[in-house]
């Protein structure tokens, strides 16, 4: 079941093209580590270079989890890394940038490293995973005028930018209807998880493509995290 619906997702990720920007949400009660786990694969797979935006050491995060699941951490300890905030170092940092910048001085540090990782790919589009951003957000909304200077001079420009495909993961249940809205807003394309009589539910509620909203698909957590542990930090195949 696992490998049934790794397939299905690295399908479904071939149909995102360069400027996207997807947005997951998902709750405290899902295992979003293994999506995560899957994005990484999914990166090798299909020979793509990836780039993980770690924000106040949310990669962190989800590397315990992986390692207290008992599974391979191997490709994020060997991932290029862009640190916003946070002390911890996780994955190979090519760069760190304050949290607590101004934010056309963070926009202008944030977008010479994306330029420059995408000379460094040969001009590749490359894959722009951001992890931690519901903390970053929950900070954000203190200061709603703050907020959206941070979504018009940050976000917005990177929406539809062809170097790039993006994926943040965002918690839904942490943060404000107005900053989710936003971020919704400005998304090409919006994932929802739940679990649901135990299994790990992935539901379209928004996309560039009419024909797959609410559409649904579900794996067994369990049998899924069996699938990537015996994986490893493995490739099985692709370029």
Do not use: W
């Not at 399908?11 to 997807?22: D, S």
């Not at 994020?76 to 056309?104: H, M």
């Not at 941070?150 to 420009?157: T, Y």
């Not at 649904?216 to 493995?234: C, I, M, N, Q, T």
């Amino acid at each position: 079941m696992g490998e049934t619906f790794e397939r299905t997702l690295f399908e479904y990720a071939e149909t995102i093209r360069p400027g996207e920007l997807v947005l997951v949400e998902y709750t405290s009660r899902e295992p979003v580590y293994l999506l995560f786990c899957e994005v990484l694969r999914y990166a090798k797979f299909a020979g793509i270079p990836l780039v993980i935006v770690d924000v106040l050491d949310g990669l962190h995060v989800i590397r315990t989890q992986l390692k207290l699941a008992g599974m391979d951490t191997s490709m994020i300890e060997d991932a290029t890394v862009v640190k916003i905030g946070g002390r911890i170092t996780t994955g190979r940092v090519i760069a760190r940038i304050q949290e607590t910048t101004e934010l056309p001085i963070m926009k202008r540090h944030f977008v010479k490293v994306l330029e420059r990782i995408h000379r460094e790919t040969g001009g590749r589009p490359f894959i722009r995973i951001v992890v931690g951003a519901t903390e970053l957000l929950q900070q954000l909304e203190t200061d709603p005028m703050k907020c959206e200077e941070f979504f018009a001079s940050i976000i917005r420009p990177i929406v539809g930018n062809p170097i790039s495909r993006g994926l943040v993961f965002i918690n839904r249940k942490r943060v404000m209807k107005t900053g989710l809205k936003e971020a919704e807003e400005l998304s090409t394309r919006v994932l929802r998880t739940r679990i649901e009589d135990g299994k790990l539910i992935i539901r379209v509620a928004k996309s560039i493509y009419f024909d797959e909203y609410s559409v649904e698909v579900e794996v067994d957590p369990h049998a899924l995290r069996e699938h990537l542990a015996s994986k490893g930090g493995e490739n099985d195949g692709g370029n």
